[in-house]
């Protein structure tokens, strides 16, 4: 077991590395108000684009920038569901072609689960 410990440091040590001739990127301090009346500071970097709104670290609500801000409404696309990729490949007709096709198949037991296929019928009973 003393193969495996470190030698020279404890866990938990500090950092030996020290911020002496270190250039911190320019930053920008933004201030919030939430709608609950908490002021808090964030800072941003220089150049990064500033949201109007920010979640409140006290109480969750949305906090609105202090320096007057402008709120922007983005262009949302909806969201493509997975028919709509689908209309994009196949036509109606042709869509309706294969279900007719695997309907098919699942019926006469050629695929899907034992509990789904019809039952054969038999030839006519000889009497």
Sequence with gaps: MSDR???GTRLGAQSFEDERGV???PRTQISYECSQGHDFTLVFAHDAEIPTLWECPRCGAEGMRQDG???EDKNVKPARTHWDMLRE???IPELEDILTERLELL???EIGPVHLHRPRRSAKRSA
Excluded: F, K, N
Aim: no cysteine; aromatic share 0%.
């Design 5 to 7: 410990a470190l030698r």
């Design 69 to 71: 801000g402008v709120v």
């Design 107 to 109: 019926r006469s037991g």
């Design 89 to 91: 490949r196949r036509s």
């Design 23 to 25: 250039e911190m990127a």
